[in-house]
């Protein structure tokens, strides 16, 4: 029950997070028409991001080990953009009405932001 509740938490967190960065970050778009619509689209696509950092981050900083390292985690910040680049095509392809446009500044910094805000609303509603 303790799993579920966090996973729920994470979920809604991060889908607050990609809401924020449509707003904030040219680039990043939501054509949803209705609140509904947005609301599903934005938990979708935050379930998407976390299967894709689940699967692909720990074999990313597995092999690219050396990278990390090299560029003292700067890499990091490539990473997560490519990943959230990723996640953009797969809602894309899914049919869900979320699209970031290009790498710079609009998938590094997505990234980012969804990071800090999943982040501290993690640590904020997720006290155990």
Request: glycine share 10%; charged share 10%.
């Amino acid at each position: 029950m303790e799993f579920l509740k966090g996973l729920l938490i994470r979920v809604a967190s991060t889908a607050v997070a990609f809401w924020l960065a449509t707003l904030i970050i040219p680039g990043i778009t939501l054509s949803a028409t209705t609140t509904t619509e947005k609301v599903t689209t934005l938990l979708l696509v935050a379930a998407i991001f976390g299967v894709v950092n689940a699967v692909l981050q720990p074999i990313i900083k597995t092999v690219g080990c050396a990278f990390y390292l090299l560029t003292l985690g700067l890499i990091a910040l490539v990473v997560n953009g490519l990943l959230f680049l990723l996640t953009s095509w797969i809602a894309g392809e899914a049919g869900l009405p979320f699209h970031v446009d290009g790498f710079w500044p609009a998938a590094v910094l997505g990234a980012l932001l969804v990071g800090i805000v999943t982040w501290l609303l993690g640590s904020i509603f997720d006290r155990d």
